[in-house]
């Protein structure tokens, strides 16, 4: 039941991190970076309020109890938060720069493989379960995610097929190297991020790694890392441009931004976090990927497949399918292993 529990506890943080991130198409010119460090300023004191709240000063006891026993995962900890932050930055970059058609396959496919593979070592996985087992739930979640990029392949030749064949024309080499660049920057940016479920592996108490850290304490560390990366790069930026103003004198509209994009981002890291504590990283990661179907799902209820083809609802509609058909075959092979 415990396990049950998890799974869903998983699928709903998929949930969370493919919700937050359509606030984005909400900034209306407000600097990206001004609001990537509202949103890990919030999830710093979202999550400190919540492990103090509930772990008191039990909460600093385990950190120092881990800190000397050994120094390595906390120092671990705070590096993946910063890691993935910067990773994250990068990846929204691209994405705005040349779209998610082409930067979802790659950045897929290293975040739900190699990132799978390395929790997988660095923690373990759940005994009794089959690395066979788990590859092939991989890769329904690798074939439900590659549906809807197809469908947004299809959408975009049925709505813009004039304009594409303009654009075609148009390009020359100086556009296929910067498209040969900015698939270069997805690859190092995805493998960045897979630093994310590779700290929950080496960091946390699993039942195949009975040392670590609890979830809080982890996300407390994670979160510290976190805001410290924002800071670095996005600071950075900021600085440069000369636009910490923005940031400093935000409307509440674009605050009320980072409130809920930090509660949804976090929260589901919370989640994650507790569901890895008995599912192991190598499981809890590749439930977490299904937020790619909840991404797509939003760009539906937003009106984005708004006079698509017919194959582009089939194909989503078999993104879901395939979703559930991975969800279902690791429950049903953890049951198994049990």
Not at 177 to 205: D, H, K, Q
């Amino acid at each position: 039941m415990a396990q049950e529990i998890a799974l869903l506890g998983g699928l709903f943080n998929a949930f969370l991190w493919g919700s937050w991130t359509v606030l984005l198409k909400k900034l209306d010119g407000y600097p990206l970076d001004a609001f990537h460090i509202g949103l890990f300023i919030v999830s710093f004191a979202f999550v400190w309020v919540i492990a103090l709240l509930t772990r008191g000063q039990v909460l600093f006891i385990e950190i120092g109890d881990v800190w000397q026993d050994n120094a390595e995962i906390i120092a671990v900890a705070l590096i993946v938060g910063g890691g993935y932050v910067i990773g994250l930055r990068i990846m929204l970059t691209v994405y705005s720069t040349i779209g998610l058609t082409v930067t979802a396959p790659i950045h897929t496919f290293m975040s739900l493989i190699l990132g799978t593979a390395l929790a997988a070592v660095a923690g373990g996985a759940p005994a009794g379960l089959a690395p066979l087992d788990l590859g092939l739930a991989c890769l329904l979640y690798f074939a439900a995610a590659m549906a809807t990029v197809w469908a947004r392949i299809c959408r975009d030749r049925a709505l813009f097929e004039a304009a594409g064949s303009q654009l075609r024309a148009a390009a020359g080499a100086k556009s296929r190297r910067l498209l040969a660049r900015n698939i270069a920057w997805v690859a190092l940016a995805s493998a960045i991020i897979t630093t994310y479920p590779l700290g929950l592996a080496f960091c946390l108490r699993t039942p195949s790694h009975n040392y670590g850290l609890g979830p809080l304490p982890y996300m407390a560390l994670l979160v510290t890392g976190s805001l410290l990366g924002a800071l670095l790069l996005s600071g950075a930026i900021l600085t440069r441009r000369g636009q910490w103003s923005a940031l400093l004198r935000a409307p509440w509209q674009f605050q009320r931004y980072a409130l809920i994009a930090a509660g949804a981002h976090y929260g589901g890291n919370i989640i994650n976090a507790y569901a890895t504590g008995i599912l192991t990283a190598a499981v809890s990661w590749p439930v977490g990927t299904t937020a790619n179907l909840w991404t797509f799902v939003w760009g539906l209820a937003a009106g984005e497949f708004k006079g698509a083809p017919r194959k582009s609802y089939l194909l989503l509609m078999a993104s879901a399918a395939l979703f559930v058909a991975g969800t279902l075959y690791l429950r049903w092979a953890l049951l198994r292993s049990a």
